[in-house]
């Protein structure tokens, strides 16, 4: 059974920078298409970005491209999201899940997430 669990939020002011983690077990990831998604409150929970376990391949929202950076490191089994010049409406709990398919669906029950908090 696929556990993920994710770390690294934070509060942190306009422009600042956040890495997001998203420690992995339970399942045969190199075979898995992976995703960071987020929730901000009073909205629904948007696709932030994805990537192939095995290769790599990337795919981002538009909201988010230039800024964030999606990557993982195999040998530890686990997923990365780079925040950079993060803006007051990236407020909200970042979440990791297995997508559905190369898509922007998530195919897991969802973890605890991990706050993250930008001020102005």
């Known amino acids: 059974q696929v556990q993920l669990v994710e770390s690294g939020g934070g509060l942190v002011q306009a422009g600042g920078s956040l890495r997001l983690s998203c420690a992995a077990s339970?399942?045969?990831?190199?075979?898995?298409?992976m995703g960071w998604f987020r929730q901000a409150p009073g909205k629904e929970r948007e696709f932030v970005a994805g990537?192939?376990?095995?290769?790599?391949?990337?795919m981002y929202a538009d909201f988010v491209k230039g800024r964030f950076t999606i990557s993982r490191d195999n040998a530890k089994n686990t997923m990365y999201l780079q925040m950079n010049s993060l803006k007051p409406e990236d407020t909200a709990v970042y979440y990791c899940?297995?997508?559905?398919?190369?898509?922007?669906?998530?195919?897991?029950?969802w973890g605890q997430g991990t706050q993250v908090t930008v001020s102005s």
């Open positions: 899940n297995r997508l559905r398919g190369w898509s922007r669906n998530a195919l897991e029950a």
């Open positions: 339970g399942g045969a990831f190199s075979n898995y298409y």
């Open positions: 990537i192939t376990w095995s290769v790599g391949l990337t």
